[in-house]
């Protein structure tokens, strides 16, 4: 069985500075953690969470998809499970951006509900980041 994850998430911000803000190594820092990413198909690249007993706090990721300044996509890879991650940015007009976020490959409910759960608590700190 494989589950989706589908959110959506406005913000008063420009498309390009949300697009920064999915894409800056040093801006994805700041709200979902440390990481060597670069907006580069093909790369290989980790984000660094603090582990735990449960866990060693490593995703491993590949870039997928670069689609300047609209769509961004790569893989999260923990363990056994490998989910897909879409990032696509929509401009709504004075001043809104619709960030659509799909998450693929979940294969249970605890999963779908962990990454429903990471995802709010990292909108929140992409939100500061978009801060003007």
Do not use: C
Request: proline share 3%; net charge negative; no cysteine.
């Amino acid at each position: 069985m494989s589950l989706s994850l589908n959110m959506d998430f406005q913000f008063t911000t420009s498309v390009d500075k949300l697009w920064s803000a999915l894409t800056d190594s040093s801006k994805l820092a700041k709200w979902i953690a440390e990481n060597d990413f670069k907006p580069i198909i093909g790369h290989r690249f980790q984000f660094r969470h603090q582990p735990n007993e449960y866990w060693d706090g490593i995703v491993d990721s590949e870039v997928l998809i670069v689609d300047e300044p609209t769509l961004l996509s790569f893989t999260w890879a923990v363990g056994e499970e490998k989910h897909t991650v879409s990032l696509t940015i929509q401009d709504l007009g004075d001043g809104k951006v619709n960030l659509h976020l799909e998450q693929t490959g979940i294969t249970n409910e605890q999963g779908l509900a962990g990454a429903k759960y990471g995802w709010m608590a990292w909108i929140d700190k992409l939100e500061k980041v978009l801060e003007p």
